[in-house]
Every structure is written in C-alpha cells, then in structure tokens.
C-alpha cells in the first residue's frame, strides 16, 4: 500500500465516521423520504390508497439491516448513529472485497 | 432515487434487468483490455467511496432528501466500464443487505446510477475539457460531469415513475405502481437534482479528481488521449 492509498483509506474512515450527518441533518430540517422512496403506510397517507401491484410486491424481500439500522425504528438517535457507522464499515467491506476479487480475476496483465 | 419494491412494474422492471445484464458482461470485458492491476486497490476504493457518499442524505429543509452517486469521478478517473461495475456492485447490495433500492428494482437502479450516470459524465468531461489539463475549463468540465451525470439519471428515475400510471391500470382505474404522472415525477426528480444534489455531485467529483491529478496524475484513465 502506498502513501496515497493509505490517505484515501483513511479519508473513506472519515466519511464513515461522519455518516451519522446524512440522517442527523434531514431529521434536524423536518426532511422526509427521498421522493419516490417513501413506505407503504406513508404513501397511503399521502394518496389515501394503497396500489395494489405495490402492496403486493413492497415486501418481497426482508433486508437483514434495513434502512442501515440494526436497532430497529424505535431506537434512540445514539443507537441509530451507531447503527449507520456500523452499517457503513459492513458495506464498504463488502464491496470493497468484492470489486478486489472480481478486478483480480478480470485484470490479467500488468501495464 | 433508489426506487423500492413495488414502484416499478414488471413491464418495466424486467427489461431494464435485462439491458442492465447485458451491459455488466461487457464491462468485465472492457475493464480487461483498459485497466492494468495499479487500478485494483482504486476499484476497491472506489466501490467503497460510492457506497459511502449515498449515505450522506443532504435534506431540502421540510421536503425530500437526496445524495450524491459519486458514479461520475469515477467514470473519469477509472473509465466508464469500471464505474458501471462498482456502483452495480455497491447498489447490488444496498439492496440486498440494507433494502436501500427494491431487489425488483436492481436493474433499473443500476440502469440510471450505475449506467446512464457515468458514461453521461464521463462524455461530459471528455467533451468540454478538451485539450485542457489544468485551469478553469478542466474543472468546469469535472464539475459539469458530475452535475448533468446525475441529473440525467434523476430525469431517467422520474420518467420511470411517471410512466408507471400509463401502463399498468388496475380494473378499478386506479394505478397498480407508483402512482404519480409523468408530470409530476419528471419536474420534481429534474428540479431537486438540478438545484441541490447535482450541485453536491458536481463539487465532489472536481474535489476528488483534483486530488488524484496532484497524486496519481497516471492513474487518471479520463486523462488518457484518444481511448
């Protein structure tokens, strides 16, 4: 590992360690969904119905870590920050392994 | 604008499956013949720094949120191919581990992000840096890579959605996916991303190659000439 991976390892621990921001903020200025990603009980609310290919499709998958939370949606602010640090260090170490395996299989030759 | 499960219908989403699959197999071919083993650790990172900065929601005070992608300086720094499959890789599993994106969702997700995204950039930057390596016009054509690759990818998401109420009607008239017109969904993903998160894209992706230009100036394959 040279000098400057070492610096862009340690910038991508940075932003790890700031991620909390990217829920803290949006809570701090009253922001919700992202649009178009909102939950089946919020768009309800907000159309009044539920559409039905939605309904049916909306929980086909049961994600082990949904929403980069392990505490589940009761969980303090604390809890849910740590939840996403830790989410945060899981994600980047699997894709991170992932593109290495994948590029040393693909990449053969040196240049 | 990782759009869950249940927003797409299977009209849509299974061709965009598709087109997305096909793409991935030529990546792995490109990505053969353009990049050298130098590049492995800078794929890893950058799959890393992808998964990263989409978790940095930026919030429209009272309204929605959005991130960036980071798809763009990649696509500079590493080539198009290579951006395709790291951020296909990091919104793979967003959707698997953290249900961030429906897993019906994957291949038009990774169609606007992972696709559309840098090769709009990586065009962009191409295009207006010309012969340029230092200056105002270098890095108006990184900021303007990341800025319209993103957009673009915004616009495609709400064309997406809006498409969605004209080919699927239940009996009862009603919608059976995402239920808002072309005229909403386009105007509102085009505008949010054009005023706030492109501007973020745009920043992140001249900061980031900034930084490699004054490191690892050999690395960068958007520098190459003619490729």
Same mark, same amino acid.
């Given at each position: ?11 991508l621990a940075?932003m790890a ?8 903020? !949006? ?23 539920? !559409? ?6 909306? &929980? ?6 949904? &929403? ?20 945060a260090i899981l994600g980047v170490a699997v894709v991170a ?15 | @604008? ?6 797409? %219908?299977?009209?849509?989403?299974? *061709? ?18 353009? =990049? ?11 799959a890393a720094f %992808?998964f990263l ?5 930026? *919030? $429209? ?16 720094? =590493? ?11 990091? +919104?793979? $599993? ?70 969605? /109420?004209?080919?699927?009607?239940? /009996? ?8 808002? *017109? =072309?005229?909403?969904?386009? *105007? ?7 005023? +706030?998160?492109?501007? +973020? ?11 490699? @230009?004054?490191?690892? /100036? ?10």
């Open positions: 590992m040279t000098g400057f991976h070492k610096k862009l390892w340690l910038g940075a360690i700031l991620s909390p921001l990217g829920i803290y903020l !949006p809570e701090k200025l009253g922001a919700g969904d992202a649009w178009g990603e909102w939950g089946s009980d919020t768009l309800k609310k907000m159309i009044g119905y539920l !559409p039905a290919g939605l309904e049916k499709l909306a &929980d086909i998958w049961k994600a082990p870590v949904p &929403d980069y939370n392990f505490g589940g949606e009761g969980a303090s602010f604390g809890s849910q920050a740590l939840s996403y640090i830790g989410s392994l992932l593109l290495y395996l994948i590029s040393r299989i693909v990449i053969r030759h040196e240049k | @604008m990782h759009i869950p499960d249940g927003y797409l %219908s299977p009209q849509t989403y299974v *061709p965009l499956f598709g087109v997305s699959a096909c793409v991935w197999t030529i990546a792995l071919r490109k990505m053969k013949s353009e =990049l050298s083993h130098k590049h492995i650790p800078y794929l890893a990172m950058s %992808s900065i989409m978790m940095f929601n930026i *919030p $429209i005070p009272g309204g929605t949120t959005g991130h960036a992608v980071g798809a763009g300086v990649i696509a500079i720094l =590493l080539g198009p191919w290579a951006a395709v499959l790291a951020v296909s890789v990091v +919104l793979i $599993i967003q959707a698997i581990i953290f249900g961030d994106g429906g897993i019906t969702g994957i291949g038009a997700n990774c169609f606007n992000m992972a696709i559309v995204m840098p090769f709009v950039s990586y065009w962009t930057f191409r295009l207006i840096r010309s012969t340029e390596n230092t200056g105002a016009r270098f890095y108006i054509a990184a900021f303007l890579a990341g800025y319209l690759g993103l957009s673009v990818a915004a616009v495609l998401t709400g064309i997406e959605f809006g498409i969605q /109420p004209l080919i699927a009607i239940g /009996p009862d008239g009603l919608p059976l996916y995402s239920p808002y *017109p =072309l005229s909403i969904a386009v *105007p509102v993903m085009a505008l949010e991303h054009l005023a +706030l998160f492109g501007v +973020l894209e745009g920043a992140v992706t001249m900061m980031v190659l900034k930084y490699f @230009m004054k490191h690892e /100036p050999d690395a960068v394959v958007g520098m190459r000439e003619a490729s």
